[in-house]
């Protein structure tokens, strides 16, 4: 499967390939896009009007998080696809290693800072004393889980790179699915208002990150990813960085300025 994978990205008209590989592509975004939908939807109903304040004051933050992974996947997939283009499977392997590095780094560091520093945070960017507990409760549970939700959105862009389109979006709508299932669970079963959301959320990017962890484990993926290669690799950083740097700087701007 890998090397009829790889030999069709190298022989196939680039027409049939850009509309096979981006219908999933596209699929899987919209159905990702519905995630803060139905939080609103349920929060709504099950927590008030300033319950949804409180998801709208988290909302910036939330966006800048998946900024950075995002920035580090597109950084990476660049770097991927054109490894993989010149049948340089190692510097493809490396590259994937470097970006879970990353993720895994920057999502720890993400997560200590939302813990100390998360009321300063919210009341940047618009909490009022009525508005900071409802916020408060959703982003405590969110940032427990930012490494689940950095892991997936990066590591789709893997996905992507590789040729595994399909892959990726049914990683999106495992993750949508299952949020849309427990919402009304915790929210209204457990009676656990906006915390159950944030709950309900996390759980669901916990299984999209799984799916994908079982993608490379199961030698589906065309590349291999090694432990020895998870780690910082300084020669692939610059280029992740010099690429996915216009991408993240477009989604805080859109964050701040929105």
């Known amino acids: ?104 780094i920057i999502s720890l560091a993400a997560t200590i800072a939302g813990l100390f520093l998360l ?6 960017f618009g909490a009022t004393d009525e508005i900071l507990p409802y916020a408060r409760d959703y982003m405590e549970v969110i940032v427990i889980g930012i490494i689940f939700y950095a892991f997936t959105i990066s590591t789709n862009n893997l996905v992507r790179a590789e040729g595994s389109a399909k892959t990726a979006m049914v990683s999106m709508i495992i993750g949508t699915g299952l949020n849309i299932v427990l919402d009304p669970i915790f929210i209204f079963g457990f009676d656990m208002g906006i915390k159950g959301a944030a709950i309900a959320t996390v759980i669901a990017v916990f299984c999209s990150s799984l799916f994908l962890v079982w993608h490379y484990a199961s030698g589906r993926a065309v590349i291999k990813i ?14 992740v960085v010099k690429i996915g740097a216009s991408s993240l700087v477009r989604m805080i701007a859109a964050s701040l300025f929105a």
């Open 226 to 239: 090694h432990f020895r290669t998870i780690r910082l690799h300084f020669d692939v950083i610059p280029e």
């Open 119 to 124: 009321e300063p945070l919210l009341r940047v």
């Open 1 to 104: 499967m890998r090397e009829e994978r790889k030999k069709e990205l190298a022989t196939k008209p680039i027409g049939k390939l850009l509309f096979r590989y981006s219908m999933p592509a596209i699929v899987g975004m919209v159905v990702n896009s519905l995630y803060n939908l139905v939080d609103a939807i349920f929060i709504g109903q099950g927590a008030g009007a300033m319950a949804l304040g409180g998801i709208a004051v988290s909302f910036p933050i939330q966006i800048i998080i998946l900024a950075i992974a995002m920035s580090v996947g597109i950084g990476t997939a660049s770097v991927m696809s054109r490894a993989l283009g010149a049948n340089n499977d190692e510097l493809a392997e490396r590259a994937a290693g470097n970006s879970i590095a990353m993720i895994v």
